[in-house]
């Protein structure tokens, strides 16, 4: 029996067709996948069956029975609930007041009691949280818990999951995984977004292929391969194997001494890291999110003051491309335009600015050829970034920061949230930088990614770098047991490995 089903769905936003008359069916009990480019209309579509959005056509059946979702809340009694990409958390809030904001109608509020509550309620799923903490001092990944916290504990029989592992590490996606499954078996029903497709086929029972807001395709994940899911999403042969010329280091771009630095709570978030990067080659860092990764980025991007320690670069340190771990609170003024975007680091110099005037014509130019080069995909230069899908908002960072040809590019989970085209577009473009010279410091907790795309590794734990390896002989296992603070056998691992 179908437990949702989707009949003709259209949604438009101006002249724009987000969703073009998708029918789809999602049986009971099951793990059904929606994948698709970003800005295929996943999120569109979510966001209907979530009560966010109202469909301008279409139906909607739960049970077989026609509902109509007319906010979230109506979806929340109606037993959908939705993980955004994207949190929707209060910040200033605790785990515990994040939860159970919206559901409590009583002036007698128990907090210590909701607190164990939720406390039991993330041991039993495996996604163990401190409920005292306030959101704005998580992790990325532990906000992601959090928000699985929010719809389990509102009891939904529908689970919409936008993308997330995309911030989870290996152990993290595998307990979700476990649960996700445990879920299915206990009859409740689940919708699967994400762009990782090995992921997909070993968890989802089918999927859905959408490409430009239609149904390209609907199939069992057992008939399916992931370069024929790949090229369903894309519309053409899409290469998932990275063709890597070999490393030819050249001079010491980055130097880094004994960094010690402290988080916004002042505990110690790095302490005595120490490494070189040179020209032409990409040093990966591996680790668990929250071991002081995205501390030791912003404080070499000169965003973050140091307590200790050296921060050298032999080139100019206003030519760092820093590509932050979120494009859409640090990478991006969302309200500004493409165009504005763009030259956010340069508008005050020529040929943007002139005798304290922006030159238009100049900085119309610099947008057409950026969206041309980096093929950012808009109706034109003038749209507002927050209007542009996942992918096309992170090509919008990447050509602003590539624009000066920088020496040192720090890349912050640079493909967090993209589909396979986009982080094979993204990819690409890292390695034509490091093949003309650049220092690439490329930081993810997407391990498999980090030993790809590196020519070192350094796997951090718990704010040191505890080993830099070579990418070429280094195995999973190795630098698994390395994250989670293990020793491999009795060899000392190597701290400045070249």
Known sequence: MNYLRLKNITKRFGSFLANDNISLSVASGTIHAILGENGAGKSTLMNIISGLYQPDAGQIYLQEQPIKITSPNEAIKLGIGMIHQ??????QLTVTENIILGTEKTWRLNLQYKQQEIAALSQAYGLEIDPTAKVENLSVGA????????????????LILD???????????KSLIVILRQLAAAGNTIIFI????EEVMNLCDSVTVLR??????TTSTSAATPQQLATLMVGQEVGLQLNKSPRLPGEIILSVQNLQIADQ????????????????????IAGVDGNGQRELADAIALLRTIKQGKIEFTHNHFLVGYIPEDRQTMGLVLQFSIAQNLILKAFKYLPFCRR????????ANRAQAAMQEFDIRANGIDIKVSQLSGGNQQKVVLARELAQTPALI???QPTRGLDVGATAAVHSRILTERDRGAAILYISTELEEVMTMSDRIAVIYRGEFVAILDAQTATVEEIGLLMAGGQIGNKIPNLFGV
């Open 410 to 412: 720090i890349a912050m």
């Open 143 to 158: 906000q992601q818990r959090v928000e699985i916290l929010k719809v389990l504990y509102r009891r939904a029989k529908l």
């Open 194 to 197: 994400s762009h990782k497709l």
């Open 356 to 363: 304290f005037l922006l030159q238009q014509e100049a900085i």
């Open 265 to 284: 709570r002042n505990i110690p978030a790095i302490n005595n890291v120490s490494f070189e990067l040179r020209a032409g080659e990409i040093l990966g």
């Open 86 to 91: 994207h949190f929707m958390l209060v910040p």
């Open 163 to 173: 993308e997330p592992t995309a911030v989870l590490t290996p152990p993290e996606v």
């Open 212 to 217: 430009q807001g239609k149904v390209v395709a």
